[in-house]
């Protein structure tokens, strides 16, 4: 059985710090990593994707793939309360295979 | 452009009736996807339509669920003789993916809420 793992928090994190969120996937034969955010009542969105070991950059978030330790983690920079959200990681396998979802973590920026 | 779309967006029907659930994709988009999300918790995968190749049904739960896809385009979710624990929010994505890739966005439409009586 695939699967992602994740702490459903909540994670609570003061406004202006940096909020970092972990993901443990099971299989070592995967490709592609998500972050999508999720509002409450809301759709998911994607955030970020990341297929390279390394860390992937785009404005305030950055991702972070460990593929040796099946480990994919997302950092928030200077966190705003509109961050404030839950935040999904994903996972694809293969190229074929469907895309697998952890439980979400809940993340709470306080002012 | 149009995003995905999905109708209903809520559905209340009685334990034991049967119902569908309609997804449209984004124009063009060769992946549709469906997922269930009970209050409170993660994604769970339902079904996977890739091109013409055959669906990923690995996520049904019962054989009370089927979906189908039409023309490479919209997408019915149906269940039959539905059961209380039936009820969640059913989303739908949709991709576009080259033969062999693994790069894709996934969109979401505004899913359908079910309650099941």
């Known amino acids: 059985q695939k699967e992602v793992e994740q702490n459903s928090g909540p994670l609570s994190v003061p406004e202006g710090a940096i909020a970092s969120l972990n993901c443990t996937y099971s299989d070592r034969v995967s490709q592609s990593f998500f972050w999508y955010r999720q509002y409450s009542g809301k759709s998911p969105e994607l955030i970020m994707s990341?297929?390279?070991?390394g860390d992937k950059e785009d404005g305030r978030f950055t991702a972070q793939l460990n593929k040796a330790s099946q480990y994919v983690s997302l950092l928030i920079r200077d966190s705003q309360p509109s961050d404030s959200a839950t935040y999904l990681c994903?996972?694809?396998?293969?190229?074929?295979?469907?895309?697998?979802f952890g439980s979400g973590t809940r993340l709470s920026i306080r002012p | 452009g149009a995003g995905v779309s999905q109708s209903p967006s809520n559905k209340v029907t009685e334990k034991g009736k049967d119902v569908e659930l309609r997804c449209d994709p984004i124009?063009?988009?060769?992946?549709l996807y469906w997922y269930r999300q009970s209050l409170g918790q993660g994604l769970e995968f339902l079904i996977y339509?890739?091109?013409?190749?055959?669906?990923?049904k690995s996520g049904l739960p019962s054989d009370r669920f089927s979906a189908e896809r039409t023309g490479g385009s919209v997408s019915t979710l149906t269940i039959q003789r539905t059961q209380q624990e039936d009820s969640a929010v059913y989303l739908c994505a949709s991709s576009y993916r080259a033969s062999g890739s693994y790069t894709d966005t996934q969109y979401f439409g505004p899913g359908t809420r079910l309650t099941v009586l």
């Open positions: 339509f890739q091109g013409n190749s055959a669906p990923d």
């Open positions: 124009s063009g988009h060769t992946a």
């Open positions: 990341i297929y390279s070991n």
């Open positions: 994903a996972v694809r396998y293969s190229s074929a295979s469907k895309i697998i």
